[in-house]
């Protein structure tokens, strides 16, 4: 079955500096992945996501890349700041079957 | 806000007991996912149901039941509660396979 493995488990930064996370994953049938925010005592937050047909997605602050050769992705925050301080989670599944695997988390810390 | 609701948000309970996890779904979703967050175990996909219909399993134990009724809400039920099982239980509802999942806030379960 599909495998998502996330890194780094934990991530500082200086407010206003940049966030990446990286994600893999190992079932070339995936076609969908999303990036949720958990602040503490929440459920997590969708946030992006990005299908295998779409190689990079921005929001604002927040994007996406995906490399379906490589099987990875990566969420890029830009210009940090304290309220960016969550638990950030990636995920990947399959359309046809919709649940959705995912990485183990990142807790992202913004210092001011 | 999400729009996903799910009671009760706490459950304190004895082992060997059962309880009854109870989410609505956003406004016109059809599908509703439930899912474990564990310290050890991360996020993990239990049971999918779409307009009442069982559409996918995930690592759900024997014990563990759920459904969906026909206003779409949907409970998950636990049985023979055993301390591994306290966790948060998050309810997750879509438009439909492979669309976009919103988490619920959650129910957090401590089995004494």
């Known amino acids: 079955g599909e495998n998502v493995e996330q890194h780094p488990s934990t991530l500082s930064v200086q407010e206003g500096d940049s966030a990446v996370i990286k994600c893999t994953y190992s079932?070339?049938?995936?076609?969908?992945f999303p990036w949720y925010k958990q602040e503490l005592g929440k459920g997590p937050q969708l946030i992006i996501d990005?299908?295998?047909?779409?190689g990079e997605k921005k929001d604002q602050r927040i994007a996406v890349t995906l490399n379906k050769t490589a099987k990875h992705f990566s969420l890029h925050i830009t210009e940090t700041q304290p309220e960016d301080s969550a638990v950030y989670f990636c995920a990947a599944s399959r359309g046809s079957q919709g649940n959705l695997i995912f990485g183990k988390g990142t807790k992202l810390s913004v210092k001011p | 806000d999400s729009g996903v609701t799910q009671t009760p948000k706490h459950l304190i309970t004895a082992t060997g007991q059962r309880v009854t996890l109870r989410c609505s779904p956003r406004s016109g979703d059809l599908s509703v996912y439930w899912y474990q967050q564990s310290l050890d175990q991360g996020l993990q996909f239990l049971i999918q149901?779409?307009?009442?219909?069982?559409?996918a399993k995930g690592n759900i134990l024997e014990r563990f039941s759920a459904q969906q009724f026909p206003d779409l809400h949907s409970e998950l039920n636990l049985s023979s509660l055993e301390l591994g099982d306290s966790a948060l239980y998050f309810c997750a509802s879509s438009p439909g396979q492979g669309r976009s999942q919103y988490f619920g806030p959650g129910t957090r379960l401590l089995v004494l």
């Open positions: 990005i299908r295998s047909n779409v």
């Open positions: 149901y779409y307009n009442g219909e069982e559409r």
């Open positions: 079932d070339s049938a995936s076609n969908y």
